[in-house]
């Protein structure tokens, strides 16, 4: 998992006034681990395990401790968590007896709470502070059977509030109307602008390449090794996670689905040969409903350990859905930098 603050900043969104988190080759960041620490500590600390249930009481105390790391990545409204966490939380046992009343002290501690485990409950260990004496080893067992089902409940919650987006949740809300208004107030003012100067438009008939409304992008990229190696790459969803640090799931069949930083890029396989070629339909969520671009990767291998990659992306918008003209722009730079660039750097493929 990336830590937080280590993504490239060149692709962290800014604040808009509109709340739209502008294309989908962009993370916004919150960190989390204060609000986590809080939340935590109000959700665990003072619960009522036993209420002198014979003859013993036994509270939680205080979150002790809390390390590791927890943040929130927004990408176009999507929430995703990130964290991992280990805690420790004291507990203190209390039993009447006729020589007055004695006490235990003790911890539950989570080892490891994860986003990567977010439907599973995680290991919770008990222990006991001091001698295991009677009393010790009767309110661990009391805990153990009463107090370790309301902890991990209560992680539950915590587990919930951070799928909802953590301290961004109430900021997300006041986006979502916003974000409408803002969007509705911008398309006309986009409409007014459709009408392309008469030479822009001649020049484009001209060249007779491209749908109006559309562009191309064409790129050739060189690499340091074979063909089927990058080929490999390509179409291989784990190492896409690796060196995207996203998730991605991609089919090897031809008619069959991919998607590609965290579900921010989809498509299907229409043409696949190995080492070779590499035809897809491809779009972002962010683009106009139902539209896909079309990808082709030709791969050449012109000498033993040197490829060339010649890219061509065709009916690529100029406009997404929310009226942001930068469509093609982002879209070459995230291909360079975010896909080719890492690639070289991450697998050593030359620069």
Avoid at 253 to 268: M, R, T
Wanted: proline share 4%; aromatic share 8%.
């Amino acid at each position: 998992m990336a830590r937080y603050g280590e993504g490239d900043k060149r692709w962290i969104v800014e604040e808009r006034a509109d709340g739209t988190n502008v294309h989908n080759w962009h993370w916004a960041e919150r960190d989390c681990l204060e609000w986590s620490r809080a939340r935590l500590s109000a959700l665990l600390a003072g619960l009522t395990v036993l209420d002198g249930e014979g003859g013993l009481t036994i509270r939680t105390v205080a979150l002790d401790k809390l390390d590791g790391e927890a943040y929130v990545n927004i990408r176009k409204g999507k929430v995703i968590p990130g964290y991992e966490l280990s805690l420790t939380l004291s507990w203190e046992a209390e039993a009447a007896s006729e020589s007055g009343a004695a006490k235990v002290a003790g911890a539950a501690e989570v080892p490891y709470l994860a986003d990567e485990n977010a439907d599973e409950d995680p290991d919770l260990r008990v222990t006991v502070r001091g001698d295991e004496t009677p009393l010790a080893r009767r309110a661990k067992d009391a805990f153990l059977a009463r107090g370790k089902p309301l902890v991990l409940e209560k992680i539950r919650e915590f587990v919930a509030a951070m799928a909802k987006g953590g301290p961004a949740k109430d900021e997300l809300e006041s986006k979502k109307t916003p974000a409408k208004a803002g969007a509705a107030a911008t398309a006309p003012a986009k409409r007014e602008e459709a009408p392309a100067p008469a030479p822009a438009a001649k020049e484009k008939k001209a060249k007779g390449k491209d749908k109006e409304g559309f562009k191309t992008i064409e790129m050739t990229e060189k690499f340091y090794c074979r063909a089927k190696d990058i080929y490999e790459i390509l179409m291989d969803e784990n190492r896409w996670k690796g060196f995207t640090q996203s998730n991605a799931r991609i089919s090897r069949d031809v008619g069959g689905e991919f998607s590609l930083f965290d579900g921010s890029i989809n498509g299907i396989n229409e043409e696949l040969q190995e080492g070779k070629l590499i035809v897809q339909k491809w779009r972002f969520g962010s683009w106009p409903d139902g539209l896909y671009s079309t990808v082709r990767l030709v791969f050449d291998e012109p000498e033993s350990g040197v490829t060339i990659i010649k890219l061509k992306q065709t009916d690529v918008p100029m406009e997404d859905k929310y009226g942001n003209s930068t469509v093609v722009e982002n879209t070459e730079r995230g291909w360079k930098e975010l896909i080719f660039q890492r690639i070289r750097g991450v697998f050593g493929f030359g620069i």
